[in-house]
């Protein structure tokens, strides 16, 4: 599974949402869509982790927030 400009609209999308519901734990507009593409993987791991299946772009961009927050958390820990 590659990086196509899909994936990277939805990781943006999703960086974003992941910014506003962890507010004041973000690193601005710019990294938090990249931490959205980013996040899409790590949220694939979780989510198959987890034994979730969800398709489309709505469970695409769900993926992605829950990388996107659980990064932006990490991260959040080191920042402090």
Known sequence: M???????????ISGFIAGKIMRGEGYGCLWNCVLGVIGGIVGGHIIGWLNITWGGTLGAIGTS????????WIASLFKK
Do not use: N, P
């Not at 590659?2 to 943006?12: A, E, K, M, V």
């Not at 927030?65 to 932006?72: C, E, M």
């Open 2 to 12: 590659g990086i196509t400009i899909g994936s990277i609209l939805i990781g943006i």
């Open 65 to 72: 927030v829950i990388g996107a927050v659980a990064i932006l």
